[in-house]
């Protein structure tokens, strides 16, 4: 079984006020935290990471050795669009688990945690946190094949609700904190 990991970064920040791919978060980039973890998940192959706005800043300012860079050129129109650019640059995966790169704390012990499911029971695995749904969320073909109905600024969600889904809590493995506004990024100081 081929399982690919797709970390989304396309976002213009606009809550943060610029880049916030590349805010500093005890010693790396932000973005860099995600990398990090996915890369640290040998199973996973290939690696796909998604930017859009500010794309060249973030090239330069991020290790992004050793996975694929996709730029969305549509990412305005939301997480919807840079799923679908990251899903095709995955090429023909059976599944693929999802990041935001904006979780600096998701380590690779929690992503690999996500690979844990057999796809004949079920069509996701997805990460919570004290029982709220989060991520990393793994998502089988059949639901990765499905990634043309989805529209604006939303994630598989709404698709989730009809599947078949493994919940696992992660809630004493990482802090699911994710970083939309400076406010948020001083408080992880």
Not at 64 to 70: F, H, P, T, W
């Amino acid at each position: 079984m081929r399982i690919g990991g797709l970390i989304l970064a396309a976002g213009e920040g606009r809550r943060f006020g610029g880049a916030k791919q590349l805010a500093d978060v005890r010693g790396r980039p932000l973005l860099g935290h995600a990398v990090a973890a996915m890369r640290g998940v040998a199973a996973l192959d290939p690696v796909v990471v998604v930017l859009g706005a500010h794309a060249d800043e973030v090239r330069a300012g991020v290790d992004l050795s050793g996975v694929r860079v996709v730029v969305c050129a549509d990412w305005a129109d939301g997480q919807s669009a840079s799923l679908r650019a990251g899903v095709r640059a995955l090429g023909d995966v059976d599944a693929a688990v999802v990041t935001l790169g904006d979780m600096p704390f998701v380590t690779s012990t929690v992503i690999a945690s996500a690979l844990q499911f057999d796809p004949g029971r079920f069509d996701a695995v997805r990460a919570t946190y004290h029982g709220s749904p989060g991520h990393p969320v793994l998502l089988a073909r059949p639901l990765l094949a499905r990634m043309d109905e989805l529209r604006g600024d939303v994630g598989f969600r709404d698709l989730l609700a009809g599947a078949r889904v493994r919940e696992f809590e992660c809630g004493d493995l990482c802090d699911p904190v994710d970083v939309d506004t400076r406010e948020e990024l001083d408080a992880l100081s």
